[in-house]
């Protein structure tokens, strides 16, 4: 099975592109088939458009869409890596989420409720934020994030979060402290995967 990154950085020099290279690299050291979707490189188009929710509607999934359900169907593993910018996730990432992540493909409805359909998928997010972690924490932020990413999006469509790892203040750190927070991200691979 593979493990599918879903990136969205649009600077290559960020660290959040070293957080990319540490889990792809940790990943393929242990012989695991690793594919990456970064979303700026792939320019990925976000907007939920008419003309796409009324193909879905007729069965008829449009190409960019299919494309990445295809590649989430065969992993095993979905790794989200991205900022949080205004207390959210990127623009572009957030656009694929509602596109790719659609009805009758993550989800869909029963007599109960909502089904989720992804079930069997491992789910981690990785993100970073200027706040210092302490700032974040003692206001709810964390938790919110934790909330909005690990049962709004993943326990919803069936993919069990193993991990959601926080990195504040990545853009006042020094280099010893990014190497630990490396660290942490290979520690936490190897712990689940």
């Known amino acids: 099975m593979k ?31 690793v594919i990456v979707r970064d979303l700026y490189k792939t320019n990925f188009q976000p907007v939920l458009k008419p003309e796409d929710t009324d193909s879905m509607k007729v069965g008829k999934i449009p190409q ?52 989720p359909l992804l079930k069997g998928k491992k789910g981690l997010i990785i993100n970073t934020y200027g706040a210092s972690e302490e700032q974040y924490e003692s206001i709810g932020m964390n938790r919110a994030f934790k909330t909005t990413m690990d049962v709004g999006v993943f326990g919803f469509t069936g993919i069990e979060p193993v991990d959601h790892l926080l990195f504040g203040s990545v853009t006042t750190v020094d280099d010893l402290a990014r190497k630990k927070m490396l660290g942490k991200v290979k520690e936490t691979l190897n712990k689940h995967f």
């Open 3 to 33: 493990k599918l990154i879903v990136f969205a950085h649009q600077h290559q020099e960020s660290f959040n592109r070293a957080i990319l290279d540490q889990v792809e690299s940790s990943l393929r050291e242990k012989g695991q088939e």
């Open 64 to 115: 960019d869409i299919k494309i990445e359900q295809d590649f989430i169907s065969e992993s095993d593993v979905i790794i989200f890596i991205y900022p949080i910018w205004w207390s959210n996730m990127p623009a572009i990432l957030k656009g694929y989420l509602d596109r790719v992540f659609s009805f009758g493909f993550a989800y869909t409805m029963g007599d109960q409720g909502a089904v």
